[in-house]
Structures are given as C-alpha cells and as structure tokens.
C-alpha cells in the first residue's frame, strides 16, 4: 500500500509541476530564446535543493515528500528534453554561440542554485529542530 501511496504522491506533484511548466512557458514564450526553460530548471534545482537539504536534517524525513516533492512536482517542473532540443534548435536557428550561451546559463545557474538550495534546505532544517 505504501507503495501505491507514494505513486499517488509522484503522480499529483508530477502533474502539478508539468502544469506550472507549461504556464510558465506560455507567459515567457519567445522565439529567440528559451527563457521559460531557463527559469524552470534554475528553480527546479534550486526547489530539489532545499528539499534535499531539508530531508536530510530529518531522521525519519515523510517518504512521501521526497517522493512527491522532489520525483513527482520536480520531475514534472523541470525539463532535460527541453533543453536539449532547445539547445539543438538555438544552433540552427541562431547561432552556436548562443546555444553554447544558453547551455553555460544553464548549467552554471542550475548547480549554483542546487548547491545553494541544500544549503538554504539544511539551514532551515536544522533552524526547525533547534526551535523545537
């Protein structure tokens, strides 16, 4: 039962991130450049960094979240199928040094805010268990 609990959770986070991409990529769409992509997956890593720190301060940290939060809503926000064809797309319709632009941004940004949203996460962790 667990199991198809955790599914559950996955499922419903995973359809509530893909909605929120999708929005996000309609109100942000541009021909020239990918800007939708770019703010998902930044904030993606930095939303699965602080749930990441966040868990870890946690002995017995709710299964449901990790799963829910970070597979499902995640899993569902950000994109890699995007960026890749995004990527692919910007060096035929652009140039390849915007493509290779748009791949540092992206990287860069991506582990900077991961890194700095375990760190944010394990703060805010151990902050509650001090306060509790």
């Not at 301060?57 to 990790?66: G, L």
């Not at 040094?97 to 700095?116: C, K, P």
Request: aromatic share 12%.
């Amino acid at each position: 039962m667990t199991s198809l609990r955790h599914s559950l959770f996955v499922a419903l986070g995973g359809a509530a991130g893909t909605l929120i991409r999708h929005l996000l990529n309609i109100w942000t769409f541009t021909p020239a450049f990918p800007v939708g992509t770019v703010i998902e997956n930044i904030t993606g890593a930095f939303l699965l960094g602080i749930v990441t720190g966040w868990l870890s301060t946690i002995k017995n940290s709710p299964e449901w979240v990790q799963k829910g939060v970070g597979v499902g809503f995640c899993g569902g926000y950000t994109t890699t199928s995007t960026f890749a064809a995004d990527t692919f797309i910007l060096t035929m319709y652009q140039t390849p040094a915007w493509a290779a632009f748009y791949v540092t941004l992206s990287l860069a940004m991506g582990l900077f805010t991961a890194w700095s949203g375990i760190g944010l996460g394990k703060a805010l962790g151990e902050r509650r268990a001090v306060s509790r």
